[in-house]
């Protein structure tokens, strides 16, 4: 039976791709990600995983690594977080173009310069357009439940594309939680062994990442964001099967007391469990607010989210990254463009908040959606306001 | 080797793995090399490609050159790319889920890719102790961007981006001793090689092949695009090469250096310079430096061949 | 053409060697012409062609492949015994 534990989060990960019976790992140890891979460092050292770990010598080979890797027919995984994410921004493009599933555990973490090792969105915003699956976790269960249906995912014939499961550096990675880890015999019945066409192997020769002029580079990039918009009902499925085995369903858009809600916060990652208690206190006033969190950040559910968002007169967005000098947050660019086209759209607010691991309370919350509501009935001179900084 | 070459050609594998129909220049010495290390490879391989020449004319899709399965992701990462292939292998074999024997892992790329771009990954590779092979091809320069100076340019030679002028000979830095570098990983297996002697060159790589380890081999590849010289003479200009010095041929297996071929005399280094038109500007006093700096490092490795 | 429909997953090349059907032979300005007479079978001119455009024939003599080689004249420099001349391609 699985069996809830307290523990860490990031061992969590390493939990869930241990039992994933996962082939290769390729990583290099970057903060908040160091736990991860030194946990499963001991797993394969102890004989726990049969895996050959390659410690790489950078992100750029950790990435490169498990593109070889994936090509091969190996189930893969990394873990990196801020700059290594970064480092690894060229390669990331390959397996997503190339098709080639693997799973990458990213602990988002802010983006020098200055430098900091805490977390914010920014290395998450940076990778936005790889092409890859990206799903956000906003609690430990969440990192250890997403990850296992991330190699289901990834490696489904309908879908092929490498995916991140994106959890808060430090202020999700390093907390201990009650997690319920599962079962070997559970995951051994959810997750198919990964079978892929296309390996390299001297039996059956086939060229991999070809080279494309215009007359075929548009052709090539069409079937590929065909593919990955599709992979959303794939996604959904997936989940949905997670659910009805394990008791614990995951969705594109969550929603937390929107079905009237006239005001709705919308948040991504970790601060969203802290956004609902002041959404509690405001609901205890009689306020018709709810908060929105997005789960699935690309393929970006458009249709999941005018939906849960009916109510709506207003929507405050919280980016915990900037595009500098930009329109808005860019979690906030996609909110107001998925509304563009609605006859009744409603008013939609972007702040910026919680940079570089600075922390977000319950009051900052209430204090963010009554500045919103106060944008939206008197407007404001900017594009977006970054909150909480000292003026 | 020249001498018995004569008639050993129709001993060689027929079978080509690196197909015709590749849209390599006129006389791509690149090419041939490519070509021989396939041939000596053989059907049991991976081929991991850096960007570069190999990379472009061989793989225009929906057309590829390639009999082996081949992958190329990046220009800097093909030593990295194999890393994960060999990984691959290695435990899905552990673990029952790839086909038993063995399989050759062999990354490649140009001397851009491997002594500039590319050195960081290909030195963890090494370091890491993966059992596979990295060819470099060694043009001497950027040839498919256009002919851009690399840190494998010789002293002297003219890119464009080391024009010679009023104030500058041309490449102003001596060639990269790459192959020494790869010997300070204590790796079992580093060799030079030539397409102009062929058999030295497929010997080469099979025992490359064969070694448990990394191995490292640099091949000399004669670009008459970059050059500036005659299709029709890339062979000789390779063969030119290693007679006057330019390029000796020599292995390094664990750590014992032998210089596969060696002449009482070598030529001058006139007769190799000349009909390349990126040497054209320099001066006899230039090409006496060049000649016997080029002499001291064939003595070089005489000394530590003889250790 | 290809339609966007039709690009296999990953753009992946599933025919090992496709690229044999592709005629690079129209690239050539001169063709090389072999005199049997002088030629001692040895092989040479194959072991050197960047185009893998010569193997042999049954008698063994060379057998020129018309349809990749790109003439670039190799052959006829390491040719031994000077059997291979070049002739300018008339068309």
Known sequence: MAK??????????????????????????????????????????????????????SEHSAMSACCGSSATGARTFTATAGQGLELMHEVLTIPASSRLPMVAAICNRALSGPLSVWGDHSDLMGVRDTGWIQIIAENGQDVHDLTIAAFKISEHKDVMFPVMVHMDGFHLTHVIEPIVIMDQEDVDKFLPPFEYNNKLDPAS???????????????????????????????????????????????????YKTDDAETILVTMGSFSETASLAIDKLREQGKKVGLLRVRLWRPFPFAELRDAAKSAKTMIVLDRALSFGGPAGPLCSEIRSAFYQEKNRPQIISFISGLGGRDIDPEDFEAMIARGEDIAKNGSDSEYEILGVRE | MEKYGLYTPRV???????????????????????????????????????????????????????????????????????????????????????????????????????LDIGMQALSGAMERGHDFVYVCYDNEAYMNTGIQRSSATPYGAMTTTSPPGKKSIGQQTWKKDMPAIAVAHNIPYVATASPAYPFDLMEKVKKAAATKGPAYLQIFSPCPTGWRSAGEISVKLARLAVETGAFPLYEVENGKYNLTMDFEKLRPITDYMKPQGRYRHLTESDIVLIEKKLHEQVQELRDKSSR | MLSWKDIPMGAIVQ??????????????????????????????????????????????????????????????TECWTKAINLVEETE
């Open chain 1, 205 to 255: 020769p086939v060229s991999q990442g070809t080279y494309a002029p215009p007359h075929i580079y548009p052709e090539i990039k069409k079937a590929q964001d065909v593919a990955l918009v599709n992979s959303k009902e794939t996604i959904k499925a997936i989940w949905k099967e997670y659910g009805d085995l394990f008791g614990r369903y995951y969705n594109p858009i969550e929603t």
């Open chain 1, 4 to 57: 809830k534990v307290g523990t860490e989060v990031s061992f969590a990960v390493a939990d869930a791709v241990k039992l994933a019976d996962v082939d290769v790992i390729a990583a290099y140890p970057i903060t908040p990600q160091t736990h991860i891979v030194e946990k499963l460092s001991e797993y394969v050292a102890d004989g726990e995983l049969d895996a050959e770990y390659i410690c790489v010598e």
């Open chain 3, 15 to 76: 025919t090992p060697g496709s690229a044999k059907e592709y005629r690079t032979g129209d690239w050539r300005s001169q063709r090389p012409v072999w005199d049997l007479s002088k030629c001692i079978k040895c092989g040479l001119c194959y072991i050197y062609c960047p185009d893998a455009s010569i193997g042999w024939k049954d008698d063994g003599y060379p057998q020129w492949d018309e349809f990749h080689c790109k003439g670039c004249g190799i052959c006829a």
């Open chain 2, 12 to 114: 060689a594998p027929q079978k080509e793995y690196f197909a015709a129909g590749h849209r390599a220049c006129v006389g791509c010495g690149e090419m041939l090399a490519v070509r021989l290390v396939c041939k000596a490879l053989g059907k049991e391989t991976i081929v991991i490609n850096s960007t570069g020449c190999i990379e472009i004319v061989s793989s225009l899709f929906p057309d590829t050159s390639w009999e082996v399965p081949w992958m190329h992701t990046l220009f800097e990462n093909s030593a990295a790319v194999a890393s994960g292939v060999e990984s691959a292998i290695k435990v899905m074999q552990r673990k029952g889920k790839y086909a038993d024997g063995k399989v050759n892992v062999v990354a490649m790329g140009g001397d851009g890719a491997t």
